[in-house]
């Protein structure tokens, strides 16, 4: 093999690698490990504060909102990256946390990064 032809393979597998990668670095898998609560009457975001139940395309991103921030109900931007090899944030408004001072759910839409973005459902713990 001369090094043109070598150069050509190269480059193939480079286009082919790539997008290769994306797709396995970001699956379908939604969860986020933290179950949802088996009844939600008995969540109270005031007392232990809210985490993220679904994150679409998840790959190792996660949120904790603290009860703290929900009572103070300021607008705040979060880093979801968990354990992702890249980040991407969510904001908060204060009509979120007011949702979520009534024990109710939201879902937010993160940054874009990476050529992507996840929707983030937050739940009362």
């Known amino acids: 093999m001369n090094r043109k032809t070598f150069l050509k393979k190269a ?3 480079v ?3 790539v997008p290769a990668y994306s797709l396995i670095g970001c699956s379908n898998d ?3 490990n933290v179950a ?3 009844d939600p009457s008995a969540t109270d975001c005031l007392a232990n504060g809210a985490n993220a139940t679904t994150i679409t395309s998840n790959h190792g991103h996660s949120l904790s909102v603290s009860r703290a921030d929900i009572d103070a109900g300021v607008a705040k931007t979060y880093s979801i990256q968990g354990t992702s090899g890249h980040d991407h944030n969510i904001t908060l408004t204060a009509a979120n946390f007011n949702t979520l001072k009534s024990a109710k759910t939201i879902q937010v839409e ?3 990064g990476g ?3 996840h929707d983030v459902t937050v739940t009362c713990a």
């Open 30 to 32: 939604d969860s986020t």
């Open 15 to 17: 286009v082919v690698a």
């Open 36 to 38: 949802p609560p088996e």
């Open 110 to 112: 993160s940054t874009s």
């Open 115 to 117: 050529s992507h973005r």
């Open 11 to 13: 480059a193939g597998a």
